[in-house]
């Protein structure tokens, strides 16, 4: 069973920066999606960022964070990071990081939410 777990949320002041972790767990290998999404009550889930790890690296970005944030892997093992500068109040948000095995990145479908798995999600405060 794959399991996603996040890290790194926290509070922070207009200006700063958090970097957000997903290990993976479970998943037996094989391309694959891995995408983060965030969510403020009463506002829809948003696509952020995802990243395609196959033969070769792919990455996207929400318009709103293109030049902020930073999507990344770890070559070791199943993790994705997401660096977070900048950061302003509208980013605030529960960020969830999710994985489907596959290209579901490509097509325009990677900001969507229809991934198979998904982690519990780690809270981001800007203020």
């Known amino acids: 069973q794959v399991q996603l777990v996040e890290s790194g949320g926290g509070s922070v002041q207009a200006g700063g920066s958090l970097r957000l972790s997903c290990v993976a767990s479970?998943?037996?290998?094989?391309?694959?999606?891995m995408a983060w999404f965030r969510q403020d009550p009463g506002k829809e889930r948003e696509g952020v960022a995802a990243?395609?790890?196959?033969?070769?690296?792919?990455?996207w970005y929400a318009d709103s964070v293109k030049g902020r944030f930073t999507i990344s892997k770890d070559n070791a093992k199943i993790t994705s990071y997401l660096q977070m500068n900048t950061l302003k109040p509208e980013d605030t948000g529960m960020y969830s990081c999710?994985?489907?095995?596959?290209?579901?990145?490509?097509?325009?479908?990677?900001?969507?939410?229809?991934?198979?798995?998904w982690g519990q999600g780690t809270q981001v405060t800007v203020s």
């Open positions: 990243i395609f790890i196959g033969r070769r690296t792919n990455t």
């Open positions: 999710a994985l489907e095995p596959g290209g579901r990145c490509y097509g325009g479908s990677w900001s969507r939410p229809g991934y198979g798995y």
């Open positions: 479970g998943y037996s290998g094989g391309p694959y999606c």
